[in-house]
């Protein structure tokens, strides 16, 4: 099984930053995608960004030019650094991974999520 693990939410100004972190541990063969999801309170869940397992990166139009998601495949992490900041980033993030792990098929796993409040 894989366990998947995210910090770095909090409480941010509007026109702030924050990064959120993401690593995932167990018993990993590979992993493939790595992303992350947002939902807002009454809202879906959405795709925020996508990173491959070779670095080719995938963005919501809401924050392009101002997030950007990297991985360090040592460490199985990946990172959302998010810049200018404003009330509609307000959600839980997740991360996502799909990953192969021993005696396991290839699946999605899905964290906890952190809280990522932006004030006006």
């Known amino acids: 099984q894989v366990q998947v693990v995210e910090s770095g939410g909090g409480l941010v100004q509007a026109g702030g930053s924050l990064r959120l972190s993401c690593t995932a541990s167990?018993?990993?063969?590979?992993?493939?995608?790595m992303g992350w999801y947002r939902q807002a309170p009454g809202k879906q869940r959405e795709l925020v960004a996508q990173i491959t397992s070779d670095g080719i990166t995938n963005y919501a139009d809401s924050v392009k030019g101002r997030f950007t998601i990297s991985r360090d495949n040592i460490k199985n992490t990946v990172y959302l650094q998010m810049n200018s900041l404003n009330s509609e980033d307000t959600a839980v993030y997740f991360c996502?991974?799909?990953?192969?792990?021993?005696?396991?098929?290839?699946?999605?796993?899905w964290g906890q999520g952190t809280q990522v409040t932006v004030s006006s």
């Open positions: 167990g018993r990993i063969v590979s992993i493939n995608d």
């Open positions: 996502n991974c799909n990953a192969h792990a021993l005696f396991v098929d290839w699946r999605n796993y």
